[in-house]
C-alpha cells in the first residue's frame, strides 16, 4: 500500500478505512472504560457519606473508601463517615461553599485525576477515541490542517507537562494507600481479615506497578543516564531501569487493572457501609 493511499484515507473522512478486522473495538473499549469511570468517580465522590466501614467498632481499624483517602477534613454526623480522629486537619471547614456537598473525596481527588489524566498511555488512549486524530491506524480522521498546524503538545497541550510533577504525588497517595490497608486488617483494635481488606490490599499493590512503570519515573531513575557502564551510578541507573523497564511495557495493563481495581474497592466500601452488603470475614466468627 502506497503513502498515497494512506493519505487518501484521511482525506476522505472520519472513520473512512481499508482496514477489514475489528479496528473499532478497541477504542470503543477505551471509551466505555473512561466514561464509566468518570461517571462512577463522579457518583462516589458526590455521595459525600457512607464512606467508612468499622461494623460499629471504635478503636483501630476499619475500612475507608479509597476515593475518599486521605481524609483531609471530616463533616461530623454524617451516615457512615470516618471517626474524627482519622481526619488529617480536623472538622469540615466552615469556607467550604454550601451548594457543594461535604465530601471529602472532592477535595483530594483532582491531583490522582490530572495525574491518570495526563499519563502517556491515557493520552494515546482518549486523543484517538475522543478526538479522533484518527480513531485508530489507517483510519480516516477528523478534518485537520495540514502539517503546518500541527502542535503536537508543544501548543495548549503543553500542560500535559504537569505529569512529572503529579507523578511525586500519585507516589505519596500509594503510600496512604498502603496504610489504609494496614488499618483495614484490624477492626476494633483486633487482627482479621475481611474481602474488604484484600480489596484495600490490592489497590496500592496495583497502583505501585501502575505508577513505578510511568514514564516519568523510568526516565528518573536510569532513563536520562547517557552511559550505564560508566561508573556504579551507571549501573545502580541500569538495575533500576531494567524493573521499571518491565513495568512500563506493562503499563497499559496496569493503567486498567488498577483503574478497575479502585472502582470495584471503593463501590464495595459503599455497599458494605450502607449495609448492602455483608462483608465476609474473620471478626464475624
Ligand atoms: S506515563 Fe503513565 S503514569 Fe506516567
Known sequence: ??????TDIHEKGLFKTLRTDNWWLYPGLVVFGLSSFLIYG???????DYYWYSAGQGGFGGYLAPFYSPLL???????????????????WPSWWPAWLPPSP??????????????????RKAYYRVFSGTPPACAVGSLPRKG???????????????????????????????????????FRGGELGIGLGSLLLLGNPILLTCYTFGCHSIRHL?????????????????????????????????????????????????????????????????
Request: proline share 2%; hydrophobic share 50%; net charge negative.
Open 73 to 91: 477534613f471530616i463533616k461530623e454526623g454524617v451516615e457512615g463517615a470516618a471517626p474524627m480522629e482519622h481526619s488529617l486537619f480536623g472538622a
Open 147 to 185: 502539517k503546518e498546524g500541527y502542535k503536537g503538545e508543544t501548543g495548549l497541550m503543553i500542560v500535559q507537562n504537569v505529569h512529572r510533577i503529579t507523578m511525586y504525588f500519585a507516589v505519596m497517595y500509594i503510600i496512604v494507600f498502603f496504610y489504609d490497608a494496614y488499618l483495614s486488617f
Open 105 to 122: 473525596s472532592l477535595l483530594i481527588l483532582a491531583v490522582p485525576g490530572i495525574f491518570r489524566f495526563t499519563c502517556y498511555y491515557y
Open 221 to 285: 531513575v536510569g532513563g536520562r543516564m547517557d552511559c550505564y557502564s560508566c561508573g556504579m551510578m551507571g549501573e545502580v541507573a541500569h538495575n533500576n531501569g531494567k524493573i521499571v523497564g518491565w513495568l512500563n511495557q506493562r503499563h497499559e495493563f496496569f493503567a486498567w487493572f488498577s483503574l478497575i481495581w479502585i472502582m470495584i474497592a471503593d463501590f464495595y466500601i459503599h455497599m458494605v457501609s450502607m449495609g448492602n452488603i455483608i462483608d465476609p470475614s474473620t471478626w464475624s466468627f
Open 42 to 48: 463522579f457518583w462516589s465522590a458526590w455521595q459525600a
Open 1 to 6: 500500500m502506497s503513502t498515497n493511499t494512506i
